[in-house]
């Protein structure tokens, strides 16, 4: 059993800044490229940023600038950095990974719960 979970998600003003994080547990062997995603009402969901395991990242273009994503491999976690956040920003955020687990049954998917951002005055 693998577990994605994420926090760091609220209510903020446009311009302002949150984090999120994502780490995973249970029986993982090693994590492939790590991502987050957002979708927002009514839309469809979105990749926001990925990252690989040599630290190569890429992102959305309406985010370039302004998002940045890390990874500690040592805590299976991704971090997603928001600055200068707008109110199209608003969306859920979901963490999705690629882990290869002890079961020794190849690379999967997986998914976090989501984290609600909303930018409003």
């Known amino acids: 059993q693998v577990q994605l979970v994420e926090s760091g998600g609220g209510l903020v003003q446009p311009g302002g800044s949150l984090r999120l994080s994502c780490a995973a547990s249970?029986?993982?062997?090693?994590?492939?490229?790590m991502r987050w995603y957002r979708q927002a009402p009514g839309k469809q969901r979105e990749l926001v940023a990925g990252?690989?395991?040599?630290?190569?990242?890429n992102y959305l273009d309406s985010v370039k600038g302004r998002f940045t994503i890390s990874r500690d491999n040592a805590k299976n976690s991704v971090y997603l950095q928001m600055n200068s956040l707008k109110p199209e920003d608003t969306a859920v955020y979901y963490c999705?990974?690629?882990?290869?687990?002890?079961?020794?049954?190849?690379?999967?998917?997986?998914w976090g719960q989501g984290t609600q951002v909303t930018v409003s005055s």
């Open positions: 999705n990974a690629d882990i290869y687990t002890t079961a020794g049954t190849g690379r999967r998917n997986y």
């Open positions: 990252i690989t395991p040599g630290v190569k990242a």
């Open positions: 249970g029986s993982i062997f090693g994590i492939y490229a």
